[in-house]
């Protein structure tokens, strides 16, 4: 937490959007801290194990089954849009991001967390296989990526 700490203080008023929530582990953690939390993800099975372990530990968090390309909430909802192992795996990224930045509000905060994790060098992709997630997505944007 001391990461996200050092941009914004965790507190009641602070709303937090914790986008592929996966198991929901930051989520829960800005929770703890009194934060409203929402936490989506792009997996329906996810989501659903993560509200019920929230619901076990009696942690006060929202999970929605949610792109995070076409997000469904108003402009300038959140305080921190926190992201963490998600980019990498996204074949819009920039549509994500400006996802992102028009959900969050003046002055709020954009935490992404994240690397190039894939074994694969995506710049050539006539290296890829005809169905890797990559393959298609355009070379300018992969540039950028790597």
């Known amino acids: 937490m001391s990461e996200i700490e050092r941009h914004i203080k965790l ?10 929530t996966g198991a929901g582990f930051l989520a829960m953690t800005c929770a703890q801290e009194g934060c409203i939390v929402t936490g989506i993800d792009i997996s329906s099975e996810m989501i659903n194990c993560t509200h019920t372990l929230a619901q076990d530990i009696k942690i006060p968090a929202t999970f929605k089954v949610m792109d995070a390309a076409h ?11 926190i992201a963490r192992n998600v980019t990498w795996l996204m074949l819009t990224p920039l549509r994500a991001y400006k996802e992102w930045l028009r959900v969050l509000k003046p002055k709020g905060h954009l935490i992404n967390f994240d690397a190039d994790y ?4 995506f710049i050539n992709s006539a290296l890829l ?6 393959r298609n ?10």
Request: avoid cysteine.
């Open 137 to 146: 997505i355009d070379k300018s944007m992969l540039e950028k990526y790597e």
């Open 11 to 20: 507190n009641d008023n602070v709303k937090v959007l914790d986008i592929g």
């Open 118 to 121: 894939g074994k694969d060098d």
């Open 71 to 81: 997000l469904h909430f108003d402009d300038a909802t959140f305080d921190l849009v």
């Open 129 to 134: 296989s005809q169905q890797h997630i990559h």
